[in-house]
T-cell receptor, first 115, second 109 residues
Framework: SQTIHQWPATLVQPVGSPLSLECTVE??????LYWYRQAAGRGLQLLFY??????ISSEVPQNLSASRPQDRQFILSSKKLLLSDSGFYLC??????????????FGEGSRLTVL | DQQVKQNSPSLSVQEGRISILNCDYT??????FLWYKKYPAEGPTFLIS?????DKNEDGRFTVFLNKSAKHLSLHIVPSQPGDSAVYFC????????FGAGTRLTVKP
């Protein structure tokens, strides 16, 4: 069976510090990978998606970046965090080729608080 | 650009009654619609979906209705149970998935 894990679950960081959230998927190959953010009072906002190693698409201009160094690894990063980066970050995967009709499988989420 | 809108941030229902969660969308290219359920501090989990070629899909206590002319879909839960208390996200897809802001459902015993 397929599993997805992301960490850390909770993170408190000062403004201006770097960020690294990691996500791994097991039990499947060539997944589409996604980073979403849920901010207070808002829906899930798509930040990045990837259809393969080294292939990253960004949905919105922002202070964050993403990388996919391996097929089943997706990393969300920032060099200098802003207060507005606070939120609940979710990694997700979907089956390649079924991205438009298949469901997304989400990780447990990472709560980031920037102080 | 909110292509998927859930205008009710919260809904409270008595146990045993029907819960109706609503969702509106603007992009007529969406061809697949989904509902996700989310508990605090957890990732959302898939609940039920419907293709744009259908107007109803039922799975146990959960039914999703799609009205393409009105660009509206709804999730019906009947009977509602306290364990249904969660945030429900509507999502729509036309290649990638867009989510609404969510509706927090509280089912009171």
């Amino acid at each position: 069976s397929q599993t997805i894990h992301q960490w850390p679950a909770t993170l408190v960081q000062p403004v201006g510090s770097p960020l690294s959230l990691e996500c791994t998927v097991e039990g499947t190959s060539n997944p589409n990978l996604y980073w979403y953010r849920q901010a207070a009072g808002r829906g899930l906002q798509l930040l990045f998606y990837s259809v393969g190693i080294g292939q990253i698409s960004s949905e919105v201009p922002q202070n964050l970046s993403a990388s996919r160094p391996q097929d089943r690894q997706f990393i969300l990063s920032s060099k200098k965090l802003l207060l507005s980066d606070s939120g609940f970050y979710l990694c997700a995967w979907s089956r390649l080729g079924l991205a438009n009709t298949g469901e997304l499988f989400f990780g447990e989420g990472s709560r980031l608080t920037v102080l | 650009d909110q292509q998927v809108k859930q205008n009710s941030p919260s809904l409270s229902v008595q146990e045993g009654r029907i819960s109706i969660l609503n969702c509106d969308y603007t992009n007529s290219m969406f061809d697949y619609f989904l509902w996700y359920k989310k508990y605090p501090a957890e990732g959302p989990t898939f609940l039920i979906s419907i293709s744009s070629i259908k107007d109803k899909n039922e799975d146990g206590r959960f039914t999703v209705f799609l009205n393409k002319s009105a660009k509206h879909l709804s999730l019906h839960i009947v009977p509602s149970q306290p364990g249904d208390s969660a945030v429900y996200f509507c999502a729509a897809s036309a290649g990638d998935m867009r989510f609404g802001a969510g509706t927090r459902l509280t089912v009171k015993p």
